[in-house]
Structure formats: C-alpha cells, structure tokens
C-alpha cells in the first residue's frame, strides 16, 4: 500500500525556522516526483512546488520561490520543506502528494499524506 | 499561469440527484492533463478523475469527468450521503500547476 507520513504539528513564532517531512512507503519512491500542497484555513489548495526525489530537481511555483525550500533525502525516502524564517501569513495545512505515472501516464496527485498544520503565531 | 475556475461555489441538492460541476481553464490544458479531487472536512483531498475521463483506482462508477482544452465537468449520477463534500479540479499538464477555487455539494 502506498503512503505519506507526514511529521506532526508544528507552532511556531514569526521569524523562526521550521522543516517538515513527508515519507514514502509501499513503492519505489524513486520512480514519482512528490509535491506540496498548501491549504490555507478554510481555503483552497495551492501548488508549492515538486522533487523529483531520483536527484533532488525542483520546480517550484512562482508564488512560493524564495521564501521555502524543498529537499529530498532519498536515503530514507524522504521529502522535506522548509522554511527559513516563518510569517504568521504561514499558517495553513502542508500536504505533501505523489505524483501518479502509469505506462508514462502522468494520473495526478494520486497518494496524499495527512497533513501537517502549521501555527505561526507570537 | 492556467488559471481553473469553477462552477457554482456552491451546489445544493438531495441524495439520488445527479450533480455537474464545472471547471473552467485560462487556456487550453496541456494533453487533457486535468484532475479532479475530492475533500472532506479534516481529510486530505483524494484523486477521483485524472486524465479529464480516466477514474482513479477504487473510484465508483457514478463519477464520471469529461471534456478538453479549457472545458471540463464532473459528474456525479446519483448523489450518495458520503458524496457532500468539496470538489478541486486541478491541471497538472503544466507549470504551475494550479487547481480551481472548488465547489461545495452540500445536502439540500
């Protein structure tokens, strides 16, 4: 069965530094890029950026470059994002999804992980 | 940037009813690369639709997602209880990638 643990909960002051993990099972983590995914509370979902965790090239979306960094440790099957100095604009759910491929297919965000909220908050 | 609008914010209908909701693209969508997820309260999304037509593995057969270029629908047939929910397309045919802002079914 394939699935994405992500790390717990995390509050946080402005300013501070924060990274979140996402680990893979169940597949050849290798073979899906991963992406996250911002949802902001009661909002919608935002595209952050993707890994291809086989050598760690990143796409990010415009609307999130420079402000978090996505990594990957494909030693332990693991993606990470991180930021380096939070805003209380940060608070939202970060999920990371994998990217489906079948026969060189691409079939959309196809496996989730649960989530991790982040508070941002003095 | 594709930008995915969809159609209504909110739909309010009973169980049995058929639902159709729509999403919109800024600009044609790359190989029909659009996807359509659904969302529960305290849930992550899941994948239904990917491709505009092809249901994601354990998907009933009452979603159905069709259309091309920047016209998209899902369709529900018979509305069941564990159906209200919100409703994302999203086109990942592209960078960025984006999704629509979603629709609500909600229980009449």
């Known amino acids: 069965e394939v699935q994405l643990v992500q790390s717990g909960a995390e509050v946080k002051k402005p300013g501070e530094s924060l990274r979140i993990s996402c680990q893979g099972s169940g597949y050849s983590f290798m073979n899906n890029w991963i992406s996250w995914v911002r949802q902001m509370p009661g909002k919608g979902l935002e595209w952050m950026g993707r890994i291809d965790p086989s050598d760690s090239y990143i796409n990010y979306c415009p609307s999130f470059q420079g402000h978090v960094t996505i990594s990957a440790d494909k030693s332990i099957n693991t993606v990470y994002l991180q930021w380096s100095s939070l805003k209380a604009s940060d608070t939202a759910i970060y999920y990371c999804a994998r990217h489906g491929l079948y026969s060189e297919i691409l079939t959309g965000l196809d496996s989730w992980g649960q989530g991790t909220l982040v508070t941002v908050s003095s | 940037e594709i930008v995915l609008t969809q159609s209504p914010g909110t739909l309010s209908l009973s169980p049995g009813e058929r639902a159709t909701l729509s999403c919109r693209a800024s600009?044609?969508?790359?190989?029909?690369?659009l996807a359509w997820y659904q969302q529960k309260p305290g849930q992550a999304p899941r994948l239904l639709i990917y491709?505009?037509?092809s249901r994601a593995t354990g998907i009933p057969d009452r979603f159905s997602g069709s259309g091309s270029g920047t016209d998209f629908t899902l369709t529900i047939s018979r509305l069941e209880p564990e159906d209200f929910a919100v409703y994302f397309c999203q086109q990942y045919g592209s960078s960025p990638l984006t999704f629509g802002g979603g629709t609500k079914v909600e229980i009449k």
């Open positions: 600009q044609s969508v790359s190989l029909n690369y």
């Open positions: 491709g505009a037509s």
